[in-house]
């Protein structure tokens, strides 16, 4: 059995003895903390904090990680509290200790809504110390090397969760022996039958290939050596989860997956590098497009490498790395290498930058944090971003910007600051404009154009692959409606006030923090967006008011509040005042306001069928007017039969145009061989815009009947 002297002994080759000391002191502390407490093996519970420091150990943690490792459960498991672990310890074991430890005095009704709290506070311990989510890491893989003691559906539970966050986390960070064995952990506990067979077949497949792995490695070996090259050559294992995927993806069987030869060379410098390249290059013919250079861009978790994959004798596939041994060590510990050369008192480029990037990915997810709605969406966002192929696209000014696979403009523009996301309206990729939806590719330079009082469109959210786009845009959106729906609710209440011959701000200052207190709301905004998103309606709202203000609503009130006067509205109030799709209403035509729960307003045509439902309902329909100040452009569709030939779209095209007008959408159907029936949807100013422009079409020569759509 592992020992705290085991231990000691292994520290010994990097830790200072007064630190190793202190490393000794918080496991003595630790086993006395949980004197009689044995985990569900049976073993004693001071075990498991033992085994993580050992796996911290193996990275060349801190003495301060290795004494959070010893410590971590015992807030949590034991009566010991943050204060007296910090007089005992020093505050930043301490804190430590508190960020990875779990939420358990916090009782919640669901099992994922416990995990993305738990998951928050972690973020938020990341952001004042890393180390936190390393310590947190070496507990997650201990427990799942342990999980044989558990029932079935507990640990698929946690197999899943690991999966989703932990390994991809490991990942993101750059700890690549971490990630590789949690995810090979996670699929075992998941998939215990197919992890068994694929295990089975590799053990075999690697009996039957090692003669020609033997024969590949040699001539490697031997190009390098005849070049004068220091090179060490080395077999390349893919793991469990990593085959399954391959042959899941890509539909291909056990025996072509592991037709790939994978090598490693590891030399010692960067120069060193490409040297080598280009001996295995001449030695074997490169695959085209199979290159990729990690050394000039690293990937974001620090990763440096250099892939090729070449043609061996036969056709075999060989796939090569080629790196550092420096590299090779972060490939491995990532973020933790930072520690192993603060360890030895040394700073290392390629450690810090890391430790950089990873600070950045935490300040992002605090962001990605404030923007979401709760938990569980944020850890929905994290999922989501946990962690796509990249791609490399520059500013202006020749910055590198990483960003995954598929990510478009918008995308870009929130990378780079969210405001320039937010008010992003158009953009040149390589000097010439393009679509805000255009999917980047490597290589490319883009420039955000921008514009004051720009907002993002809804619309953004259908292509946005980033999970910062994606939840500043919402929190934006989300902003926006609230704020427009406080207008639109002082407008609505005002009116409503107007007929009992007052206004809010006329109001004794008493009156409204009554209502307030009696309807169980925060403050006045929130009574106005409720008004504003149809929750509660304004002339309820108003009477009451008046109840308050005089004991009981006049019978004058009463009758002016059956009277009340149309609202006006011009179509720039936005997202709180929407136009039925239904029927169309352009500015002219008589129309009704409906409001809907949650939405705001929705305007109709006052002849609309929708409506007829809600005629006996003067609480949901508002009385509405249009401005005389309107500059907005509004659909209307219209049908028209009309005999087929050949030109027709461009003749319509040509004729809208003409008129001032932009058509949205046009299809054509087929009523019979002679005639066809258009549904041309248009955007135009008002309706004697669109009269105008009927009037043109009936001109053509063999138009029929033209109707306007809408019930």
């Known amino acids: 059995m592992f020992t705290i002297d085991d231990l000691a002994d292994r520290l010994g080759g990097y830790l200072p003895p007064d630190e190793i000391q202190q490393v000794k002191r918080a496991f003595y502390y ?13 073993e004693p519970y001071v075990t498991h904090p033992l085994a993580v420091a050992n796996i911290l150990a193996n990275m060349h943690m801190d003495h301060q990680s290795l004494m959070s490792a010893m410590l971590h459960d015992v807030i949590e498991d034991t009566g010991v509290s943050k204060e007296a672990l910090a007089d005992q310890f020093g505050k930043p074991v301490a804190e430590l200790v508190d960020g990875v430890s779990k939420l358990t005095q916090i009782t919640f009704e669901d099992k994922a809504v416990a995990q993305a709290e738990n998951f928050q506070k972690m973020v938020l311990a990341m952001s004042k110390d890393i180390r936190v989510i390393i310590v947190k890491l070496a507990d997650r893989l201990h427990n799942m090397r342990t999980l044989g003691a558990l029932r079935p559906e507990k640990k698929r539970r946690i197999a899943r969760e690991t999966l989703e966050i932990y390994a991809r986390i490991a990942s993101r960070l750059g700890i690549n022996t971490i ?7 996670s699929f075992q506990a998941l998939h215990p039958m197919r992890a068994e067979r694929i295990k089975h077949a590799v053990s075999s497949a690697r009996g039957h290939r090692r003669s020609a792995i033997r024969q590949i490695q040699t001539t490697l070996q031997k190009s390098l050596d005849d070049e004068g090259l220091s090179g060490t050559v080395v077999g390349r294992q893919k793991h469990l989860l990593s085959i399954y ?48 250079d990690y050394i000039a861009i690293p990937k974001a978790n620090g990763y440096q490498s250099l892939h090729t994959t070449l043609f061996g004798s036969g056709g075999m596939p060989i796939e090569v790395q080629i790196r550092t041994r420096e590299m090779e060590a972060m490939a491995n510990n990532g973020i933790a290498a930072h520690w192993l050369y603060k360890a030895g008192q040394t700073e290392h ?6 430790h950089a990037r990873a600070r950045e990915w935490v300040k992002g997810l605090l962001e990605m944090q404030r923007h979401a709605g709760d938990s569980l969406e944020f850890i929905e966002h994290v999922k989501n971003d946990l962690f796509p192929d990249d791609i490399y696209v520059f500013t202006p000014r020749g910055d590198i910007m990483e960003l995954p696979q598929g990510a478009t403009v918008i995308d870009f523009a929130y990378a780079v600051h969210t405001d320039i996301g937010n008010s992003c309206i158009a953009c040149r990729i390589d000097r010439h404009l393009a679509p805000l939806s255009t999917r980047l590719e490597s290589g490319q330079t883009l420039e955000i154009i921008t514009a004051p009082g720009a907002r993002p469109n809804l619309a953004w959210l259908n292509f946005v692959v980033t999970a910062k786009a994606r939840s500043a845009i919402r929190h934006a959106l989300k902003h926006q409606q609230q704020t427009e729906a406080v207008q639109l609710g002082r407008r609505l209440l005002n009116k409503a006030l107007a007929d009992f011959e007052t206004s809010l701000e006329e109001l004794p200052e008493h009156v409204l923090p009554e209502l307030l207190n009696e309807l169980t709301l925060k403050n006045e905004e929130s009574l106005l967006e409720s008004i504003g998103l149809g929750t509660r309606v304004a002339h309820v709202v108003a009477r009451r008011l008046i109840d308050l203000l005089h004991g009981d609503a006049t019978e004058a009130g009463e009758r002016a509040l059956a009277a009340q006067g149309p609202i006006v509205i011009s179509g720039a109030e936005g997202m709180v005042i929407k136009f039925a799709r239904c029927c169309h209403p352009l500015p002219g035509d008589p129309v009704v306001g409906h409001l809907s729960v ?6 109709h045509r006052s002849e609309c069928r929708n409506l007829d439902e809600l005629k006996g309902d003067p609480d949901k329909l508002f009385a509405l007017e249009w401005s005389d100040e309107i500059t907005e452009d509004f659909p209307v569709a219209l049908r028209i039969e009309i005999e087929s030939r050949r030109g027709l779209v461009a003749e319509l095209a040509s004729l809208v145009t003409d008129a001032d007008a932009n058509i949205e959408r046009i299809g054509i159907e087929e009523r019979d061989a002679r005639l066809s029936i258009v549904h041309l949807t248009l955007a135009v100013r008002d309706r004697v815009h669109l009269a105008r422009i009927i009037k043109r079409i009936r001109n053509l020569s063999h138009v029929g009947k033209i109707t306007r759509v809408g019930n």
């Open 30 to 42: 630790a086993e006395q903390a949980h004197d009689g407490q044995r985990r569900r093996s049976g």
């Open 179 to 185: 990630r590789v064995e949690l995810e090979d952990l």
């Open 245 to 292: 995927k391959k042959m899941r993806d890509q539909r291909k069987p056990f025996a072509e997956i592991m037709d790939v030869f994978g090598f490693r060379i590891l030399t010692e410098d960067v120069d060193s590098c490409y040297r080598i390249l280009g001996v295995v290059h001449n030695l074997y013919k490169p695959v085209p497009g199979r290159f990729k």
């Open 349 to 354: 480029p390629i450690a810090e930058g890391s």
């Open 598 to 603: 949650g939405k705001g307003i929705v305007v």
